[in-house]
């Protein structure tokens, strides 16, 4: 072991036959100026004892795989960054072909078919550029697999003579898998699995492997969440170090944990929250003072009490992020004893909690606020329902709750006196239709309903919003790190094709190169009540940036505040958690007596925030998975039916058309369309006949038949009834040729067009930009 290793004392504690370390093998291969065979190294390394070579293999091999070092093909170990090499994962795609997320970030590479054929959804490689096609795509040529996918493969089983396979349910994964005779286990045929993979693809063979698990059949309630919830890699089942934990802690408060807290008991706190809401992580109280202003309570479940920094039920909850809530099914963040149990502000119960205090002007002006460790006893468990119906003057339920009446109306006259500050600042507002499932008993969706929002739910969530930004502003103030909600303002490219669309439907807008949160609203306001404002709305929010969680506070354009971080629900998002300990850092600097603190470094609160935006992307792709299934299986007992609906979305192979009834999209395919050729224009979405004169806009209303259900691809086809809904003049389209490229995106001639396969995937939905409220909770 040198002593020249910088590192030198952290290896003598970890090892008692300390060996280089990483920076100081990195250093040296770099100083040397060309790649070293490893007899080289350990001659220049000094190493003459058996063991120390013996570890500096393995630890160049734990270098290899982490994309530290290469073992190239004449055997040398050489340096990444000088060889023009990336690291990266693979992402497949249905069709075949791949994509390459570069560790280092930019745009993603592409990788082509017969490159696939020996890599798998979620390999981490070591890739070079190949070349740069003519839309300006990087090609990547794969070099090495340095981290092969390691998760197990749901898919069905299926034998067929002696041969077994498993086509894998995650459309990214194109390859089946072959299971040799004796590795099928139980399994039978049609029946769900779980694979490990115990032999890699290559160009010639396919990946080879066992069935460890059988899930159930194909078309068992609840399949499909637990095909989700594997397809996404979502830690579903606690280990025992975490519920022995937890067991330590019973299942009520002691007096020796409410000493020093500050006592608000008698308060009279209440929580409003969805009718099959189990965690209720958030209570509110509210006065109005003799000046026309407010006194505002926010007092959030104390989880930084029980889930201590660094202990196995911290590790956990960071590794899963947030909860997942699936139709009637919820994947916890934290163990149900903490969740529904000691964390959950239940009615009548002591429970611990820590609490934003904060006066509010007359005009909305948040004026000071203080946070504090306290002992609460919530007065009620209300419901969104039972306050609506409350302010409407429902005297049963007010003779029922009249001991919180008093509350209930302050919390109403302030949300009126904040919800005039949003519009005043133009936090953006979105009234689209959020859908819920009825099951029947054999958990069959019975029918698909609207959920509408009423009254009681923005009382809430502005008594959220100002709790989120007096937190923001305490961090800021005092200069420490935690994970801000950041929702940075559009890219500008991307904004210009709204303000076209815009254009396209008449909709005068005098929006600025950079439009601002008011000017968006303004322009939403000049709707009114077009039967296509949903559509805009969407449309809007596509052209926006998604929310993420970061350190670096950029403010939140969607909200339009300077600074905002989720405070009011540490149940169910890690984040909140890391708010909670910072502040409470703070607060013991300043001598409040506090447990579960820990004052956060940038360099912690960096990765924090990639792994939990990462883990709530991974939430919404799987609940919009199992979503996806649950309409496919509804709708193959409507095949033949006719609905009305309106294009959602116009791709260049065809139209996405959401039924009106429903709330259900499929699709509607080009090579259906009456005969013709049609011209895709991206900025102005549409299709245009060339020679029908039809043009096909998002906002049409159109009628539709089911032809078809794919339920494994999680598809609905739809085909127009009657006539087109849409005829415009030669000069139209003329015009929307010109905008378009002068070439048929897709072209045919009505029963038989080119085949429009490489992207026939549903664009994402709108970004993500929410205050932070709960979403309204189905029962586990």
Known sequence: MTVNDPHLAREQEKYDNPIPSREFILAHIEKRQSPAYFEELVTELGLTDDDAVFALKKRLRAMERDGQVIYTKNRRYGLIDNMDLVKGTVLGHREGFGFLKLE??????????????????????????????????????????????SEPIVGRYFKDFALGVVVPDDPRITQDIVIP???QGAARHGQVVLTEITQRPSKRVNAVGKVIEVLGEHMAPGMEIEIAIRNHQIPHEFPESV??????????????????????????????????????????????KDNGGFRLWVAIADVSAYVQPETPLDKNALERGNSVYFPDHVVPMLPEALSNGLCSLNPHTDRLCLVADMHISANGKLDSYQFYEAVMHSSARLTYNKVHKILLGDPELRQQYDANLTNIEAL??????????????????????????????????EQIVPVHRVESHKIIEECMIMANVAAARFIEKHDAHTLFRV????????????RRFLAELGIEANLSKEPTPLELTETLAKLGERPDRELIETTMLRSMKQAVYQGDNQGHFGLALEAYAHFTSPIRRYPDLVLHRGIKALLA????????????????????????????????????????????????????????????????FGLFVRLTELYIEGLVHVTSLQNDYYHFDAER????????????????????????????????????????????????????????????????????????????????????????????????
């Open 104 to 149: 280092q970030g930019g745009p993603d590479w592409f990788i082509p078919n017969f490159e696939m054929q020996r890599l798998l959804h979620g390999d981490q490689v070591l890739a070079t550029a190949q070349s740069i096609n003519s839309k300006d795509k990087t090609e990547a040529r794969i070099v090495r697999v340095i981290a092969p996918r």
């Open 181 to 183: 005779d004796g590795e």
């Open 243 to 288: 519920l022995k934990q937890v067991a330590k802690y019973g299942e009520e408060v002691p007096d020796s944990a409410k000493a020093g807290r500050v006592d608000l008991t008698k308060l009279g706190l209440i929580t409003i929250d969805g009718e099959d809401a189990r965690d209720f992580d958030d209570a509110v109280y509210a006065e109005v």
């Open 412 to 445: 109403n006259r302030l949300y009126k006196t904040l919800a005039k500050v949003r519009g005043q600042r133009g936090a953006l507002e979105f009234e689209t239709v959020e859908t819920r499932f009825v099951f029947n008993s054999h958990r069959k969706i």
């Open 487 to 498: 929702h940075e303002r559009p890219d500008a490219d991307r904004f210009d094709n709204f």
């Open 589 to 652: 600097k300043q001598g409040q007596p506090v447990t579960g603190a820990r004052a956060y470094t940038e360099a912690e609160i960096a990765p924090l925030g990639e792994q939990c935006s990462m883990t709530e992307r991974r939430a919404d792709d799987a609940t919009r998975e199992v979503a996806d299934w649950l309409k496919c299986e509804y709708m193959q007992d409507h095949i033949g039916s006719e609905f009305a609906g309106v294009i959602a979305t116009v791709t260049s």
């Open 685 to 780: 979405h549409t299709l245009t006949g060339e020679h029908g004169k039809v043009i096909y806009r998002m906002g049409d209303l159109l009628k539709v038949k089911v032809a078809a259900v794919n339920l494994e691809a999680r598809k609905i086809d739809l085909v127009l009834v009657g006539e087109p809904t849409r005829v415009v003049s030669k000069a139209d389209i003329k015009g929307s040729k010109q905008a378009a490229s002068g070439k048929a995106a897709k072209r045919g001639t009505g029963k038989a067009p080119v085949s429009a396969k490489a992207s026939e995937a549903k664009p994402k939905g709108a970004r993500n930009i929410t205050a932070g409220k709960k979403p309204r909770r189905k029962a586990k």
